[in-house]
T-cell receptor, first 115, second 115 residues
Framework: DMKVTQMPRYLIKRMGENVLLECGQDMSHETMYWYRQDPGLGLQLIYISYDVDSNSEGDIPKGYRVSRKKREHFSLILDSAKTNQTSVYFC??????????????FGSGTRLLVI | GDSVTQTEGPVTVSESESLIINCTYSATSIAYPNLFWYVRYPGEGLQLLLKVITAGQKGSSRGFEATYNKETTSFHLQKASVQESDSAVYYCALVPDTNAYKVIFGKGTHLHVLP
């Protein structure tokens, strides 16, 4: 069953704490993504990973960093979380981005609350 | 820049009624981007609903359809008779072919179907 798995599903952290969001995929996709979604906004791209240790900033990378040491695993790290990072975070992967024969597969999301 | 504008929700319709969710796009980087509709059911990640990569063609899935209209730069989602199980958030999206790693999403339209 091809899927993207995100952990945890729900997370509450205090301001200033470190946060680790995990994402795994079992499709051997090269490209992985982290997005966040806030009410009234579309999905905003935080980071793209083209492969192991090959990452690129998206549109809103400030306050985040990522780690990809294995193709199937992509982590999003918040060093010293802020309340404005409260959001729903989605991880996604794709094989041939943008091509007709390649779809983006999304995880179910992680709801993060920073208090 | 590239952008997607779609019907602001929430949209509420009764079961068996027809539905249209409007989507227009602006693609400055390329004349004919690839166009997608994604759906997110409660508690799940985004799923690809349908895609069209050729202007003038129509995509269809699960009773939904959308036609890629290059003249009006639109990609409206339609369904003749909705079901309660169609209640979800629908996202129009485009991939500018010149940067196929980046998916640009609309803000999403929350659809409520009343029984």
């Amino acid at each position: 069953d091809m899927k993207v798995t995100q952990m945890p599903r729900y997370l509450i952290k205090r301001m200033g704490e470190n946060v680790l969001l995990e994402c795994g995929q079992d499709m051997s996709h090269e490209t992985m993504y982290w997005y966040r979604q806030d009410p009234g906004l579309g999905l905003q791209l935080i980071y793209i990973s083209y492969d192991v240790d090959s990452n690129s900033e998206g549109d809103i990378p400030k306050g985040y960093r990522v780690s990809r040491k294995k193709r199937e695993h992509f982590s999003l790290i918040l060093d010293s979380a802020k309340t404005n990072q409260t959001s729903v975070y989605f991880c996604a992967s794709s094989l041939f981005p943008g091509q007709a024969n390649s779809d983006y597969t999304f995880g179910s999301g992680t709801r993060l609350l920073v208090i | 820049g590239d952008s997607v504008t779609q019907t602001e929700g929430p949209v509420t319709v009764s079961e068996s009624e027809s539905l249209i969710i409007n989507c227009t796009y602006s693609a400055t980087s390329i004349a004919y981007p690839n166009l997608f509709w994604y759906v997110r059911y409660p508690g799940e990640g985004l799923q690809l609903l349908l895609k069209v990569i050729t202007a003038g063609q129509k995509g269809s899935s699960r009773g939904f359809e959308a036609t890629y209209n290059k003249e009006t730069t639109s990609f409206h989602l339609q369904k003749a008779s909705v079901q309660e199980s169609d209640s979800a958030v629908y996202y129009c999206a485009l991939v500018p072919d010149t940067n196929a790693y980046k998916v640009i999403f609309g803000k999403g339209t929350h659809l409520h179907v009343l029984p």
